[in-house]
């Protein structure tokens, strides 16, 4: 139980490093610019940390898969959603509207549920 927790805290940790980075990252994909924005995104400390954070969440995740049923483990992963929405709210002053915040609770009840299960 406790790999999995920080596996997806780990995971959660690194999306919003990445939100952080690519703020400041101004990205054009087509072909004439895509090496550049690649590159742009190569040098983002932040983004870079929260694709380390991602790596580390993996390795541990196949840890966590090699002892429990992938049944009780993946919903876990919904515990990032409600990291995600704290950290949305508090740190980049997002606007959570009421059926984002009920369908996160949704997710907090199903969590309970297969922890219990």
């Not at 919903?75 to 929405?85: A, N």
């Amino acid at each position: 139980m406790l790999l999995i927790i920080i596996s997806v805290l780990l995971g959660a940790t690194g999306q919003l490093l990445v939100k952080i980075g690519a703020k400041h990252l101004e990205l054009d994909f087509s072909s004439a610019h895509l090496l550049q924005s690649l590159l742009a995104i190569s040098k983002n400390v932040s983004v870079m940390s929260g694709v380390v954070l991602y790596g580390l969440s993996f390795i541990l995740w196949v840890k966590v898969l090699s002892k429990v049923e992938l049944s009780y483990a993946y919903p876990f992963v919904g515990l990032g959603y409600i990291v995600i929405l704290c950290f949305s709210y508090f740190v980049f002053k997002e606007d959570i509207s009421l059926f984002r915040a009920i369908g996160t609770l949704l997710i907090m009840i199903g969590v309970v549920f297969v922890a219990q299960s």
